[in-house]
């Protein structure tokens, strides 16, 4: 094996951080989208008239939730290369 081919070379265990660290971005959107879902599209003032301060939220967020996730999936499928087809 070459030099080049070490240097592109993913190691299990980076495979593994890369995949946690994908999950969490993936979560962590999901809820910050379920937390401002009850939001969405109102100005700030009169949603926390209206809300109040968010500090839990319900269901599964929104369209944006849905539409990160067919990518995500898109990205695994094709091994992290796709293309607009």
């Known amino acids: ?3 080049a081919d070490r240097s592109t070379e993913v190691l299990p265990c980076e495979r593994h951080v890369s995949s946690i660290r994908i999950h969490g971005c993936l979560l962590g959107g999901l809820i910050g ?3 401002g879902a009850p939001r969405r599209g109102s ?3 009169r949603s926390r008239r209206q809300f109040g301060e968010i500090t ?3 269901g599964v967020g929104t369209d944006d939730t ?3 996730h067919i990518l995500a999936d898109a990205i695994f499928d094709h091994e992290g290369h796709i ?3």
């Open 1 to 3: 094996m070459s030099s």
């Open 56 to 58: 839990d939220f319900q």
């Open 43 to 45: 100005i700030t003032r």
């Open 66 to 68: 849905v539409i990160k």
């Open 83 to 85: 293309t607009a087809d």
């Open 33 to 35: 989208d379920a937390m």
